[in-house]
C-alpha cells in the first residue's frame, strides 16, 4: 500500500494547485508497510494515515518551505516508511524533536545560518558553531555524513526504502558543507535524516513526552 501513496504522492507533484470539477484535488487514504520484523528498527507495521492536506505535499519537496502543515506532513510521511517497531512513537518522537529545532518549522530563523556557542556535553567545553542550517529538524552536516557511511543491514535497508517509496536518496548527496545544507533545507529530507539518525541507535522509543526528550536529547541533540 505504500508504493500506491507515493505514486499517489509524486503524481499529484505536477498537479498541485489544479482544480477538478469537484474543487481541489483530494488525497489517497492509504498507508503503509514497512520492512520484515527481523531488521530491528524496522518492524512491520501497517498503517493507514490519510493525508488531508495535498497542497502541502508538494511543499514538503521545496528547500525551506515553512509552516507545521509541511512539517506535520513530512513526519507523518516518513514515519510510515520507516515507522519502527512503534509508529505512533515514532511520529510522537520526531514531532517532539522539530518542536525543539524549529518550533515545527514555525521559527523565522530556522534557515538563517548564524554563529552560536554551545556546551559540548562530550567535553564540557563550550564549542563555537553555527545554527540556522540543517532544516526543519536542524541536523547538522556531520550527523548527516555519519549517517551516510553507515552501512549495516538496518541502514542500508532504511536508506533503499526512502529511495524506493519518496524519492529521498541520501547517499547521492554530495559531501560538501553547502550541498548538504542545501539537501537538508527540503523539510522532508530533513525529518529522514533525523530519523535514520534514531536509527542508529537500539535502544527503543520510550512513552511518554518527558522519556521521549531524555531520548531526544541523548539521541539527537547530544551529538
Known sequence: MMNELMDYVKNLYTGIGQETEQGSLTASPYGGVAQDDNL??????????????????????????????????????IANIL???????????????????????TDPNTHNKRPHDYLDPNTGKMVKGTIGHGGNMQVT???FLDIQRQTGNVMTTAKQMLKDE????????????????????????????ARLQYLRFRDPIPTGEAAQYQYYRRFFRGR
Open 40 to 77: 530491528g528498527g524496522l518492524a512491520s507495521l501497517e498503517r493507514a494515515e490519510p493525508i488531508e492536506k495535498p497542497l502541502d505535499l508538494k511543499r514538503m519537496y521545496n528547500p525551506r518551505s515553512m509552516g507545521e502543515g509541511v512539517n506535520t506532513l513530512a513526519i507523518g510521511t
Open 83 to 105: 515507522p519502527g517497531p512503534d509508529y505512533e512513537r515514532t511520529k510522537e518522537l520526531l514531532t517532539l524533536t522539530s518542536d525543539k529545532e524549529s518550533d515545527k518549522n
Open 141 to 143: 552536516t556531520d550527523t
Open 166 to 193: 519518496a524519492g529521498i536518496d541520501v547517499d547521492s548527496v554530495g559531501h560538501s558543507m553547502d550541498e548538504v545544507e542545501a539537501w537538508l533545507s527540503v523539510p522532508i529530507n530533513s525529518v529522514a535524516a
